[in-house]
C-alpha cells in the first residue's frame, strides 16, 4: 500500500533512512510514498532521482535537492507564509 506525506513532514520520513545513500537506492526505497504538495500529488521516489547528485550523506541533502526540482508552487503560494496573519 501506498504512503502519504505532507511535503512539510517529510523530515521525519527522510530521518528513517540509513545515511550514506545512493541516489538510485533511495529513490527505489521512496517509490512507493506520494508525496501531498500545495498543487497536487507526486511520487516520491520519482522526484528524488530527478535529482543531481549522486549520493546524500543526510536527510537534509535530500530535502535541500529536492526543493530544486520541484516548482515553486508545489510548496504553497510565492511570498507567502504560514505563519502571516
Known sequence: MA???KFSDISTLLD???YPIR?????EELSDVR???ADGETNLGKLVFKTSRESFESA???ESELHNVLP???VGEPYQSEGDA
Open 3 to 5: 504512503r502519504k506525506i
Open 16 to 18: 528513517e533512512i540509513e
Open 23 to 27: 541516489r538510485t537506492t533511495a529513490s
Open 35 to 37: 508525496l501531498i504538495l
Open 60 to 62: 537534509a541533502d535530500i
Open 72 to 74: 515553486r508552487e508545489a
